[in-house]
């Protein structure tokens, strides 16, 4: 088995949703549970887990050898660690994929991801960062493009959703109930009306309904992007007149969102627990990524002024790639320079 620094070093080229993703809190929260539940920390075999350089029905062998188990307790960490953490990353990442020819997961499955996410979910997706809700929403226009009637099926299920925002109830045609996504849309819709989905009319009924009024400043702001979303989903695909598609937005965010969360990604270590597996169904095989270099279309002299800016040996992973992508120079490129030094 290869070092960990060299299955890091296998992970410098993924793509910022999938560095998002698989750092989010869902997949975290899981894996520090496991962690806290058997005393040790699986960070490590996720890494070679999604590398190949260890198979699911290897980890119980590993986790003897790496901790001192029994093959009893072995076994159960593998079980606990493949259907809590690896099957449900794979999932992700497969329904996240735009790749047309991608196997594993069918039209009809990536709709039923979606039905379950606007229905248990949503919270949890509004709080992710732009990049994870643009590629979501790029999955969502792509089967739009082929149903546009799969949109009534998200606002019926968002309309149902009985996921909590806030710790008060809340008062909706003069009754008391809990604050459920299902219950602010309601109260929302009854007080500004179905078909009014205006800027001045959101902010109003934010900063002036009684019930609004009583959230905290970070719910108040999920309750926006709820009702965006709503808006969104009822008001496609009028709203995207005119605009190209990385415009277009179902889940909301901010459209300076996108510029800061790149910048971010640049001061991202190798060191995190930065991980991607695509399986095949079983949790089989690993697929790799393909790493797509940016082929520049100036000349060598200019590519070396470029790349003579900086002290590439002090620059790895994530950050080496965006600078890369930054200057149009290619990673085949860079190597010929620094060899030529």
């Known amino acids: 088995m290869i070092f960990l620094e060299q299955a890091l070093d296998r992970l410098e080229s993924l793509e910022p949703e999938v560095v998002f993703t698989v750092n989010s809190e869902e997949v975290i929260g899981v894996l520090k549970k496991i962690n806290e539940e058997y005393g040790v920390s699986l960070d490590g075999a996720l890494v070679f887990s999604v590398v190949g350089e260890l198979m699911p029905d290897e980890l119980p062998s590993y986790f003897q050898s790496e901790f001192g188990f029994d093959s009893v307790k072995a076994k159960a960490m593998a079980k606990d660690f493949i259907e809590q953490v690896l099957d449900p990353l794979a999932r992700r990442l497969l329904f996240l994929s735009a790749d047309p020819d991608k196997k594993g997961m069918t039209l009809v499955q990536e709709k039923s991801f979606l039905i379950r996410m606007f229905e248990e979910a949503i919270i949890q997706e509004l709080k992710n960062n732009a990049i994870i809700k643009h590629a979501v929403n790029l999955r969502i226009f792509n089967i739009l493009e082929g149903d546009e009637n799969f949109k009534r099926n998200l606002g019926r299920v968002l309309l149902a959703n009985n996921e909590l925002l806030g710790g008060k109830n809340i008062n909706v045609a003069s009754k008391s109930v809990t604050p459920t996504i ?41 309750l926006s992007e709820v009702i965006q979303l709503y808006r969104n989903l009822q008001l496609f695909p009028q709203s995207t007149a005119n605009k190209s598609i990385d415009e277009w937005q179902i889940l909301p965010y901010g459209s300076d969102e996108i510029e800061d969360l790149e910048q971010k990604t640049r001061q991202l270590d190798k060191q995190q627990t930065v991980i991607e597996r695509k399986f095949d169904k079983g949790m089989g095989k690993e697929k790799e990524e393909k790493i797509i270099e940016i082929v520049s279309s100036e000349g060598s002299v200019s590519e070396q002024k470029k790349l003579a800016k900086y002290d590439w040996p002090t620059i790895s992973g994530l950050e080496r790639r965006l600078l890369l992508e930054e200057l149009g120079v290619s990673r085949q490129e860079l190597e010929e320079y620094l060899k030529s030094k």
């Open 182 to 222: 299902s219950n602010w849309l309601s109260d929302y819709i009854s007080i500004k009306g179905g078909e009014v989905f205006d800027t001045v009319s959101l902010s109003d009924y934010l900063a002036n309904s009684a019930n609004a009024r009583s959230l905290s400043q970070e719910d108040k702001s999920l």
